[in-house]
């Protein structure tokens, strides 16, 4: 069994051959949500989050990261294994978390937003680089053959998330 630091290291690589191996295996579920939070943590240092709702501020995000790692996972669920699965589509949402977890491997590098100047270019360039690795875990965790089809369910759902986060905004006023 491959460690976390190199499962890590080969989602952001993009082998699509470590996204199979954390969908089949049940244990590494702990790994994908301990890597979607040093994610977060890595996003709050590198955005520099100072002053004295620094705390609040830093927990609030790392639950945020947790609350849309798991809406994120079943939204993809049900909307590819669902409404757009093809005939080898066979998933659930373990399997999604999990595979969408590794995904949020390249997210440690935002830590590197630390460096002035240097912010803007890194959130930018790692999000991107997060985009790829989700289309492909995405892709893998739904068995498609074509990575246009994990490109749409990830923009369906990317749709259907900005929504949901528009509804609780309006509800809490936020």
């Known amino acids: 069994m491959s460690t976390l630091v190199q499962r890590a290291v080969r989602a952001a690589r993009l082998e699509s051959a ?29 955005l ?18 947790l609350a849309g790692w ?12 669902r409404w757009f699965p093809e005939a080898e589509t066979r998933s659930d949402v373990g399997e999604l978390l999990r595979t969408l977890g590794f995904a949020a491997s390249p997210g440690l590098l935002r830590v590197l937003g630390v460096f002035v100047g240097l912010t803007t270019i890194v959130f930018v360039a790692v999000n991107l680089w997060m985009l790829a690795t989700t289309v ?29 986060v528009a509804a609780v905004q309006l509800v809490f006023r936020y």
């Open 136 to 164: 492909i875990a995405v892709r893998q965790a739904l068995d498609y053959r074509s990575t246009w089809r994990a490109v749409g369910v990830c923009a369906w759902g990317w749709a259907v998330q900005l929504l949901l």
């Open 48 to 65: 520099g989050f100072a002053g004295p709702s620094a705390p609040g501020r830093f927990l609030f995000g790392i639950l945020a990261a």
């Open 18 to 46: 470590i996204y199979e191996e954390v969908e089949a295996d049940h244990t590494a579920t702990g790994q994908a949500m301990l890597v979607v939070v040093l994610s977060s943590v890595a996003a709050g240092v590198g």
């Open 70 to 81: 798991l809406v994120w996972a079943a939204l993809t669920y049900w909307i590819g294994a």
